[in-house]
């Protein structure tokens, strides 16, 4: 049998997922670990942080503005190439970036870098959806997340010893290379699986119309600026408030990666069953971390526990590509674009009105505050979602009835 005329009951779907997760790792690779080595950036370009600052925000602009041009223009490609096409573009971009010579060239290159980002992952997430059985969608889904989880356990601890032994530069040649292997393995494991829902621009657009959409990502945009508040300061925090050796930054980062894994994994399993509530329970609980931030920073065990939970809160992430999906039976590539644009306005937003805090005299620490503030935010967004999906369904079975 070929692979084009290979059925999703025939796949090998474990391998599929393994190298579906690899991508997201590289991602994560090269997003999250460009936080910690800002310091190292800086000393090597001879910047302030808030110029190295740029880099980060680079990526960001990239993911915004590649995701969906770059999820339109394949929507209707088979994902195994479209998935090539990505990879290819991660492997050059942060090779570049590498290679950089001055501190615009990398944020240029890191722009780069961004465009394929939100494209793979939508990419991804939605041939995750087509292999999977319909009741295990959202579970399929949160395994090709996990490659993402597992590098910030992993990756980015590893590469901020690497750079603060080596360079900054190995840890990005090191994203880049991964990207090579990637691509050969989508080449080897991936069939050339036709697309479950033929796309139209029409379509994709429509999506912009509804309005439960846009409520489901403010819960983004908004609530999830909380989880990079937080994290863009925890090595500003730890050397300055908790005041342990910089080794324990590592140690930190490892207990946020684990608790993304494992809240990934939980918040998965919790979505095939009650996406919505699961949502709205998972946000009261981070509010309630995000204040007792503030004061566990005084105790580095006290603080890596806290830091564990926050780090669950990234599985919503799976949450809201399912709930999406549900609300919108059409424009999936558009939904998977617009979510990564809404993951990375928030990537946006935290940090700066963490930084503002900040610079008006606040503690690092007292991030917490700030992060609660927007998680409540995304609480509200998630009410009205609430709201708005009972009144739908009520109209519904009035018009069954």
Request: charged content about 5%; proline content about 4%.
């Amino acid at each position: 049998m070929t692979p084009a005329a290979t059925s999703p009951s025939q796949l090998n779907t474990t391998a599929i997922l393994l190298v579906l997760a690899l991508g997201t790792f590289i991602l994560g690779l090269s997003e999250f670990s460009m936080m910690p080595m800002l310091p190292l950036i800086s000393e090597t370009f001879a910047s302030t942080p808030s110029q190295s600052g740029y880099a980060i925000s680079a990526y960001a602009i990239g993911v915004v503005v590649g995701a969906p041009i770059l999820m339109l223009t394949t929507a209707n490609m088979k994902k195994r190439h479209a998935l090539a096409i990505f990879l290819t573009l991660m492997f050059i971009s942060n090779g570049l970036s590498a290679m950089a010579t001055s501190l615009e060239q990398l944020i240029v290159f890191r722009f780069l870098s961004g465009l394929p980002h939100g494209a793979y992952f939508g990419a991804a997430i939605l041939l995750a959806a087509d292999i999977a059985p319909q009741h295990k969608r959202a579970s399929y889904m949160s395994k090709v997340f996990m490659g993402l989880t597992i590098a910030t356990i992993v990756g980015v601890p590893i590469v901020t010893l690497v750079g603060q032994n080596l360079s900054w530069r190995y840890c990005l040649a090191g994203a880049s290379a991964l990207a090579l292997i990637a691509l050969v393995c989508v080449y080897v494991v991936i069939p050339k699986i036709e697309n479950s829902q033929p796309s139209n621009l029409i379509n994709e657009f429509s999506v912009l119309k509804n309005k439960l959409v846009w409520s489901i990502l403010g819960i983004v945009i908004i609530g999830f600026g909380g989880v990079f508040c937080i994290y863009t300061y925890i090595a500003d925090t730890i050397l300055v408030v908790t005041q342990t050796p910089a080794y324990t930054i590592s140690i930190a980062m490892v207990m946020f990666g684990i608790g993304c894994t494992l809240g990934n994994y939980v918040l998965g399993k919790a979505a095939d069953r009650a996406a919505l509530k699961t949502t709205g329970i998972a946000l009261v609980c981070t509010i309630i971390f995000s204040v007792a931030y503030v004061s566990a920073s005084h105790n580095i065990w006290l603080l890596y526990a806290v830091i564990f939970f926050i780090g669950c809160s990234v599985g919503l992430a799976t949450l809201i590509q399912t709930l999406l999906m549900d609300v919108s039976p059409n424009g999936h590539a558009m939904i998977g674009a617009l979510v990564q644009c809404s993951f990375n306005t928030a990537n946006a937003i935290g940090p700066w009105v963490g930084g503002m805090f900040i610079a008006q005299g606040a503690m690092p620490n007292e991030t917490g505050y700030v992060a609660a503030v927007l998680f409540a935010g995304g609480l509200i967004m998630w009410l009205l979602s609430y709201l708005q999906m009972n009144k739908k369904n009520t109209q519904l079975e009035q018009c069954s009835a």
